[in-house]
Nanobody
């Protein structure tokens, strides 16, 4: 059973832009949030961005703030991650998440999310 559907990603040159999208196939309620984590080879999984449905608050890691933008499509229960000014350090597998983090401070913790996408590769060439 697939709960989240990811699309996008691919190969881009350094300094370029790329987007990934994710649709949640269930019904959001309560403190629902969607977001993205990423994992580069040999590195730990890292929080990228999240968007809480209630209030549409957005949250970013320090490494992407100002370069990445997460947004939502209410009609599709989807989120989009627009990435700009990409560098080789952004190369990773990006995984979409959906779930109910227990408060704003918890949106950065992978354990707070129930559903995970299969991951999509983003490669930034020098």
């Amino acid at each position: 059973q697939v709960d989240v559907l990811e699309s996008g990603g691919g190969l881009v040159q350094a300094g370029g832009s790329l987007s990934v999208s994710c649709e949640y196939l269930g019904r959001p309620f309560g403190e629902f949030a969607m977001g993205w984590f990423r994992q580069a080879p040999g590195k730990e999984r890292e929080f990228v961005a999240a968007l809480r449905w209630r209030g549409s608050t957005t949250h970013y890691s320090d490494s992407v703030r100002g370069r990445f933008t997460i947004s939502r499509d209410n009609a599709k229960n989807a989120v989009y991650l627009q990435m700009s000014r990409l560098s080789s350090e952004d190369t990773a597998v990006y995984s979409c998440v959906a779930g109910w983090p227990a408060g704003i401070p918890r949106v950065r913790f992978p354990s707070e999310y129930t559903y995970w996408g299969q991951g999509t590769q983003v490669t930034v060439s020098a």
